[in-house]
T-cell receptor, first 111, second 113 residues
Framework: GEDVEQSLFLSVREGDSSVINCTYTDSSSTYLYWYKQEPGAGLQLLTYIFSNMDMKQDQRLTVLLNKKDKHLSLRIADTQTGDSAIYFCAESIWRDDKIIFGKGTRLHILP | DVKVTQSSRYLVKRTGEKVFLECVQDMDHENMFWYRQDPGLGLRLIYFSYDVKMKEKGDIPEGYSVSREKKERFSLILESASTNQTSMYLC????????????FGPGTRLLVL
């Protein structure tokens, strides 16, 4: 079945790098996403990667995809207090128009 | 920029009331979705729609119905609200040209007393 797993909580010091990990089960995924949800707000699309790519970089964000291990990670360099949020990993499947979400990782920034 | 709006940010209703949650998108998107978000359970898909007047059940449709009379508007209806429907409700939309990417509204936090 389709499943997306991620740890529920991550605590990082301000200025350090944050790495949020995610695993998925369906090998026919087409796109993999990271969404950010700030307190009291909806989900904001942060970045996404097509399944035939290994890496995507966008300013402080780096997405790494290991398709063999079905592992996706989001690295946030120089983590700031404004990065404090819940980060959702998600995948879309080519034969289906739905997106499967993980339960979200709450990123907590320590001073 | 894609804009998805939801009619209310916060809503308080009593058990048994009929509740309407409205979602509007301004990007002429064909596909619209309703999710609920609960702590520890992540996002769960309630209903979605590919076109006007079309609807498909998601993973947890029980106790809900939807209406899509116009392309830009997708309504979620709780016919008789119950306390276990207290949740954050998120609407999303996507276009057929970029079907895989969903854009979300700010959410409606519903409390059923």
């Amino acid at each position: 079945g389709e499943d997306v797993e991620q740890s529920l909580f991550l605590s990082v010091r301000e200025g350090d790098s944050s790495v949020i990990n995610c695993t998925y089960t369906d090998s026919s995924s087409t796109y993999l996403y990271w969404y950010k949800q700030e307190p009291g707000a909806g989900l904001q699309l942060l970045t996404y990667i097509f399944s035939n790519m290994d890496m995507k970089q966008d300013q402080r964000l780096t997405v790494l995809l290991n398709k063999k291990d079905k592992h996706l990670s989001l690295r946030i360099a120089d983590t700031q207090t404004g990065d404090s949020a819940i980060y959702f990993c998600a995948e879309s499947i080519w034969r289906d128009d739905k997106i499967i979400f993980g339960k979200g990782t709450r990123l907590h920034i320590l001073p | 920029d894609v804009k998805v709006t939801q009619s209310s940010r916060y809503l308080v209703k009593r058990t048994g009331e009929k509740v309407f949650l409205e979602c509007v998108q301004d990007m002429d998107h064909e596909n619209m979705f309703w999710y609920r978000q609960d702590p520890g359970l992540g996002l769960r898909l309630i209903y979605f729609s590919y076109d006007v007047k079309m609807k498909e059940k998601g993973d947890i449709p029980e106790g809900y119905s939807v209406s899509r009379e116009k392309k830009e508007r997708f309504s979620l209806i709780l016919e008789s609200a119950s306390t276990n429907q207290t949740s954050m409700y998120l609407c999303a939309s996507s276009g057929d040209r970029e079907k895989e990417t969903q854009y979300f509204g700010p959410g409606t936090r519903l409390l059923v007393l």
